[in-house]
């Protein structure tokens, strides 16, 4: 764990995930995933949308994907790719809608890239987030019990 300030540590219902946040990509949202961390916002919240093969979404404190925390950022497309482990903002239509809701991918997303704010990486316990249950929505869901940022924890 290099940058302690920019990394997160999720507990989940399956396990330990280790985030390494991309500030050098999307500035804005690592502030403001770290700041709604900090607040405890992700506590409790569930993987709501998992589709196989493709990746677990979390970040809606109504557990639908109708939710957020009330700020939408403005979009910081890059040219990481979405690969395994890649750590993006969901969003609506309007590519400046994302809010709190994330997804971390399970495989290459290749038709993602450019589209979507990559922001992070899973470093750690990509096997716990392969865990958890799918579906859409998913019955009886798994969840983030705490995410921190490692300098707090």
């Known amino acids: 764990m290099a940058d302690k300030e920019n990394t997160l540590i999720l507990e989940t219902s399956k396990g330990r995930v280790v985030i390494e946040l991309r500030p050098d990509l999307a500035p804005k949202h690592v502030a403001r995933i ?11 919240i569930v993987f709501h949308r998992v589709i196989e093969g493709f990746m ?48 971390i991918c399970f495989g290459d997303a290749a038709f993602l890239n450019g589209q979507y704010t990559v922001w992070g990486k899973v470093t750690e316990g990509m096997e716990n987030i392969d865990k958890i249950k799918r579906g859409e929505p998913v019955k009886d869901p798994d969840k ?10």
């Not at 770290?34 to 409790?44: C, S």
């Not at 925390?69 to 690969?83: D, I």
């Open 144 to 153: 983030i019990v705490s995410m921190k940022v490692a300098a707090d924890a």
């Open 56 to 103: 677990a979404q979390t970040g809606d404190p109504n557990g639908t994907g109708t939710g957020g925390s009330g700020k939408n950022l403005a979009a910081e497309f890059n040219k990481e790719p979405h690969v395994r482990g890649t750590c993006s903002m969901a969003r609506a239509q309007n590519p400046n809608s994302a809010d709190s809701q994330f997804f």
């Open 34 to 44: 770290k700041e709604l961390a900090r607040e405890g916002f992700y506590d409790g």
